[in-house]
């Protein structure tokens, strides 16, 4: 048997019409349809959930809703002022702790450490830290600061909120170190510049824009963190007295009126969602158009 | 333009284009290709970079539908087929028209099944043993790799990766195979096999081969086509057939000035 | 002038001994802030088991066996709360993996042009980004008026099956996983996505050189090349499940019991930290930090898992 009887006798040659019902093709149109259908499953919960914050929080948009104390059960008005003052304290406390610690870190990654064991060794550590669930970190600021302080405070809920932005802080900051190039380093050095300037004077100033991008999405989602407050931060009806005072915040005002029968506030814990979610959405698109710009 | 056959055997013509004008987008990429290509024989495109070589080579199989922007007009006929009529069905085109790339690119798979990836897809009901053996027989690769057929695909040399991608395209059993510089990333003794290869796969198959190695074109090919490259006023650059002709032709008595200088390396 | 010289030397001199110690101390710094990053999950590690100690003293392993939550006579076995864990991930995973990887080759396939692709993986990268307990609410107000209907269904056609033999009474495991299923579906599909955007073009070139469909290419080629990374979002995406809270608390009925029915209430480890945690006290908080030490190692083995599986596709390429 010649190759060419060969060839001609096991695969014989078909045409190149196209066979609209031949097995194959149907196959391929099916699959297409099927991964469309994906995408739109995927997009269905994302459109109902800002449909309904919209449509039920909404309503309760109103300059008292960001300075007036959360209303009894069955009382008309007030707001979440108190919530929202206790979250941004919390937030801003958890950004005080996590930015330097984070940067500084970030620093050593990149610009001390790079390409060795040690970086990743803590590149590992800091993946895996950021796959901690948020409750056990609560529970991890639970015994380390109210244990140790005897009280629940906004303290607490601030170091329970900076563990969990550290690792974001961790990596989108060495990763914006690393992306300046190695020519602006070596230009510094250069000239003379000791590392400690090159670094400061140079190569931090140069990642500033994606550093900042990267810390607002870890703020943003910190935000929206509930369950490590709902035993450190606690919650509270009042108005701050301070850090080392249980503390009201958004999130936990959502689940906590999210949960009660009484109309007012499960009103109210929309908006707080409608907030939160307004908080989110601009921070995605607000980093997404810095980052493409930047390209 | 059709190659000088009078000093040749008359042959069946394969492919045939007629003023074939290839775009992306708005940006014509070559212009004006009319050429024929006969049946078993070898026939070289080469030419500088840039010079659209490798994209005319890539619509011979329709590989080129991969990129959203790209369309052509005229026409490409295979065995007097309108290759770009809306009934043909680019998949069935790639089966009769195989394709060998430049960067040996095997399946991340056993070399057995690297070789009955297309005929399981066309549903061979056959021995596949045989069939494998002697894909890889055809590829001249069966002696080396015959006791591990098990071993991955990628755990070869570059060179017989490059050999197990031959015998990949062959096992379909196509009529013509597109190489698209095949030795660029090999070394000199694995090119040198290859060249040796294509001379018995000419046999049975029709082949183009892309070259940037004018050597290699003067060895191994029976016909050769020469592109060059012309900027517009925008810079734009557009590819073109400068000639075709039997290899003899184009490399000892070319009629362009610029083949000439092409091939006696002045070009560029 | 040859004074001025020397002394702007020696000056020279000074400053660049003062700045190597600098330069010294900056490198400390910073090294000892690095460290500390990875000291942090020790620290976490070491804190919750030393307050576990009691109650894993106390109960052993016989803890994740029971089902007994009594604060009265401080008696505490959290197998209910293990169980709910497992099966709403699970559940979460039966939905999310099909619908999540499905995705993930819609947006790394050319059905589109990238000026419509490109909002529609903000859009899923922006599922991710939603608090869970906006889920929460979600869940309690839409989501559950939606569902008890077709758990009644279910559970009237059925029902002889032990998966659906309770009656639906709004909030349920099954809900919770679904609401899991949501929360999770963004993980799997952008790293899955990565990994299919990762296959190199080659491979696919081949497979298409050889008259494969696009599905046959993707099925026979793309997926088993990025296999490996799949399977890294996949767990990510189950360490997250597990660890998951408000959204599930708020949709899972917290009831402590572990029913072999889907459409049951019920709880999982880190609900019962959620509802418990604020007012426990004594032996209580050990054993919720025991349940906590439970939830930690788990997701840590999924999690290094996935870290090490993603790491050796990213050394790959």
Known sequence: MTSQEFASNVLPRRSLKRVPSSPRTLFSAVMTVVAFACAAIALIPLISVLYYVIINGAGRLGPDLFTQLPPPPLVKGGGFGNAILGTLLTVGMAAAISIPFGVLAAIFLSEFARDTVVADWIDFFTNVLSGVPSIVVGVFAYALVVVTTGTFSAFAGGVALAVLMLP????????????????????????????????????????????????????????????????????????????????????????????????NQQQLAWAGALVLVGMVLITSILSRWATQRKR | ????????????????????????????????????????????????????????????????DLIKSFHIDGKIYYHDQDLYSSEIDPVEVRRQVGMVFQKPNPFPKSIYDNI??????????????????????????????????????TAISGGQQQRLCIARAVAVQPDVIL???????????????????????????????????????????????????????????TGYVVEYDRTEVIFQNPMQEATREYVSGRFG | MVPSTNDSQSMNWHRSE??????????????????????????????????????????????????????????????????????????????????????????????????????IVFLVELL??????????????VLIPLLTPIGKWFHETLGWIPLFNTVPVGPGIYVAGLVLSIMILP???????????????????????????????????????????????????????????????????????????????????????????????????????????????????????????????????
């Open chain 3, 128 to 141: 991710a980004a939603i608090p869970s307990v906006v889920f929460g609410l979600w869940g309690i107000f």
């Open chain 2, 1 to 64: 333009m059709t190659p000088n056959l009078q000093t040749a055997r008359q042959t069946e013509t394969v492919f045939r284009t007629e003023n074939l004008n290839i775009y992306y987008g708005n940006f014509l990429a070559v212009k004006d290709v009319s050429i024929k290509i006969p049946k078993h024989c070898i026939t070289a495109f080469i030419g500088p970079s840039g010079c659209g070589k490798s994209t005319v080579l890539r619509c011979f199989n329709r590989l080129n």
């Open chain 2, 116 to 153: 009955a990836f297309g005929p399981r897809l066309l549903g061979y009901k056959g021995d596949m043993d045989v069939l494998v053996e002697r894909s890889l027989k055809q590829a001249a690769l069966w002696d080396e790799v015959k006791d591990k057929l098990k071993e991955s695909g």
């Open chain 1, 168 to 263: 974001t802080i961790v990596r989108t900051a060495a990763e914006s170190l690393e992306s300046v190039p190695n020519e602006t380093r070596q230009a510094a050095i250069g000239l003379g510049a000791t590392r400690f300037q090159t670094t400061i004077q140079v190569v931090l100033p140069a990642a500033i824009p994606a550093i900042v991008t990267g810390v607002m999405l870890a703020i943003s989602r910190a935000a929206g963190e509930t369950a490590p407050l709902i035993f450190t931060a606690l919650f509270s009806q009042y108005w701050a007295k301070g850090v080392w005072e249980p503390i009201a915040s958004l999130s936990v005002l959502v689940f906590n009126f999210a949960t009660v029968p009484y109309k």
């Open chain 2, 179 to 237: 190489m698209d510089e095949p030795c660029s990333a090999l070394d000199p003794i694995s090119t040198l096999k290859i060249e040796d290869l294509l001379q018995e796969l000419k046999e049975q198959y029709t082949i183009i081969i892309v070259t940037h190695n004018m050597q290699q074109a003067s060895r191994a090919s029976d016909f050769t086509a020469f592109f060059n490259v012309q900027a517009n006023d925008k810079g734009q650059r």
């Open chain 3, 187 to 317: 993980i799997i599909a952008a790293i899955s996505r990565d990994a299919l955007v990762a296959v190199p073009l080659e491979l696919r070139q081949a497979a298409y050189g050889l008259g494969a469909t696009r599905w046959e290419t993707i099925f026979q080629v793309i997926l088993p090349a990025a296999f490996s990374g799949i399977v890294g979002g996949v767990m990510l995406a189950l360490g997250r499940a597990m660890g998951e809270t408000m959204a599930v608390t708020m949709v899972i009925g917290n009831a402590n019991v572990a029913s072999p029915s889907i459409l049951a209430q019920g709880s999982t480890v880190s609900s019962l930290l959620a509802n418990q945690f604020a007012e426990a006290s004594g032996l209580q908080i050990s054993s919720l930090m025991y349940a906590a030490l439970i939830l930690f190692g788990l997701t840590l083995i999924v999690n290094i898992l996935a870290e090490l599986l993603v790491r050796s596709v990213r050394l790959k390429l």
């Open chain 3, 18 to 119: 003062a700045s190597r110690w600098l330069d010294k101390g900056f490198i400390g710094v910073t090294g000892f802030f690095g460290i500390a990053v990875a000291l942090v999950l020790l620290a976490i590690a070491l804190r919750v088991s030393i307050d576990a100690f009691p109650a894993i003293q106390k109960f052993g392993l016989g803890f994740i066996t029971t089902s007994r939550w009594n604060p009265v006579e401080n008696l505490y076995g959290a197998w209910p709360q293990v169980y709910g864990t497992i099966v709403t991930s699970f559940i979460a995973l039966l939905i999310a993996v099909p619908i999540g990887v499905g995705v993930a080759l819609f947006l790394s396939e050319d059905f589109l042009s990238p000026r419509i692709q490109r909002p």
